[in-house]
C-alpha cells in the first residue's frame, strides 16, 4: 500500500502569487498545481483531482465581489467530489468570506499570508477530509456488517487459519469453490482483516458486465466518451481507492478484456474513456470464481498469464456437502436473522428437520439454506420448523419422518407390532387386517400361525 505525497491545486491570476505558492508548499513536502482561472481549473479537474485547491477569488471580472471565485465554488459543489477548499481574499472582507463558506470553502487565508498560517489551515483541511472519509467508511460498515461466516468444522477451521495468516498483507487472493460457498462473504472478511479496512470495498459482478460496457465501469468515462455518456462516470477501481476490489464471477470477463484488465495490474495505471489523463490504482484484488481456470486456459478462453497475477494465493471454499458440521449452526443463524427480519418469535428445529438437513447433498450449499430458512420462517405457523415444511425431497423426508415413527427394531419384532396394530384397527377382522397390511387372508393366517396367534 503505497502513500503518496498531499497535492494541492493553486487557481490564482497572478503569476507571481502561484510561484510563491508553489515554493512554498513544495518545502512543506506538497505536490503542487496551478491554474490561472476558474476555467482553466475546470478543465484540469475534469482529468485528475487533488487533495485540497487553494481558490483566489477574484479574476477578470473585478478585484472585489469574489463572484468569479463563488461561481467556481458552486459548481464545485455540483460535481460531488468532495474536495476541501481554502479560499484566498487579498484583503479582509467578511461578507465575501461568509459567502464562499456558505458556497462549499472550508477555510480562508488572506493574502499575503503567513506561511505558518497558510500550513496550519490546509493542514486542518485535509486532516478534517481524512477524518470525513473514515466517518463514511464506518458508515458503509454498519450498513454492511461483518460478514455472516458460522462454521466449526475442520475444513473451515483449516480454511480460515490460512486466510487470517495473508489477510494483513496485499497480495492477490483467488478464492474458487462451488456458487453459494460464500466466497463473496470471505472476500468482505478479508477486507476487514486487513490494514485496507478503514478505506471502501466495491464488489464487482464481473459476469454482470456486457462486454461494450467494461472499460466504462471498470475505469470510468468522461462526459460525452461515446454516445450514451451524458455524465461523467467514476470507475470501480477510482472508487476502490486505497481499499479492496473484489472481482466477483471473474472468469466470466469475456477474453478481448481480459488484456485490459492485465494491463492495469501490471503497470498499476489505467485512463478513463475519453481521457488520455493516466491514473494510478492503489487497490487489492481479491478475486472468486467457480470455473475451471486449467479447462478454461487449455481451450484458449482465458489468459493464462491473468491467471496468474490474480492468484499471488489460491484458496478452495469448500461445498457445504464436505462441512456437515456446519449445516445445523447455519440453519440456526438463518432462523434468527429471518426471524427478526420478519418479526417472528424465536423459532426451533424440530430433530426430523434436522436430519433431513444432515441427510440432504445442498447442490445450492449456504444460499439455498439460507433461502430454505426463510421460506420455513415465513411459513411455520408455530415455534417449531417440521421436516414437511422444508423444501427438500419429497421422498427423502417421508423416509426420514418414518424413521422418526417406527424406531429402529428387528425385521421380525416390526412384523409382529403391524399385525398387532392391523387387527387392533380392524377389531379382529381378519380381511380387513390383511388389506390393512397388503397381503392375502391366507398370508395373513400363516403369520398368525408362526407368532402363536391363531386362536
Known sequence: MTVSKPSILVIEDNREIRLSARFVLEDFNFRVADAENPDQAKKWLLQQKPDLILLDMNFGLDTTSGEEGLRFLRWLQQQAWE?????????????????????GAGDFVEKPWNNQRLLQVIQQQLQLQQLNQKNRALIQRLE?????LVWKSDAMNHLMQQLDAVSATDANILLTGENGTGKSQLAHWLHLNSARAPQAFIAVNMGAIPETLFESEMF???????????????????????????????????????????????????????????????VRIISATNGDFPQLIREGLFRQDLY???????????????????????????????????????IKLSSCAIK??????????????????????????????????LSLPVAMVKTIVASELLPMMTLETAELQLIHQALAESQG??????????????????????YDLAN
Open 220 to 282: 470510468g468515462h468522461k462526459k460525452g466518451a461515446f454516445t450514451d455518456a451524458k455524465e461523467q462516470r467514476i470507475g470501480r477501481f477510482e472508487l476502490a481507492k486505497s481499499g479492496s476490489l473484489f472481482l466477483d464471477e471473474i472468469a466470466t470477463i469475456p477474453f478481448a478484456q481480459q488484456a485490459k484488465l492485465l494491463r492495469v495490474l501490471e503497470s498499476g495505471e489505467f485512463e478513463m474513456l475519453g481521457s488520455s489523463q493516466t491514473q494510478r490504482t492503489d
Open 83 to 103: 474536495i476541501p477548499v481554502v479560499a484566498m481574499t487579498a484583503w479582509s472582507n467578511t461578507e465575501l468570506v461568509v459567502n464562499a463558506m456558505q458556497s
Open 356 to 389: 433431513a438437513m444432515q441427510a440432504y447433498h445442498w447442490p445450492g450449499n449456504i444460499r439455498e439454506l439460507s433461502h430454505m430458512m426463510e421460506r420455513a420462517v415465513l411459513l411455520t405457523q408455530a415455534g417449531t420448523v417440521t421436516a414437511e415444511q
Open 308 to 346: 496468474y497475477r490474480l492468484n499471488t494465493l489460491e484458496f478452495r471454499v469448500p461445498a457445504l456437502r464436505e462441512r456437515p458440521e456446519d449445516i445445523v449452526a447455519l440453519a440456526h443463524f438463518f432462523m434468527l436473522k429471518h426471524g427478526q427480519r420478519y418479526r417472528k418469535a424465536e
Open 144 to 148: 454492511n456488517p461483518t460478514p455472516e
Open 429 to 450: 377382522n381378519k380381511q380387513k387386517a390383511a388389506d390393512l397390511l397388503g397381503i392375502t387372508k391366507s398370508s395373513l393366517y400363516r403369520r398368525l400361525e408362526k
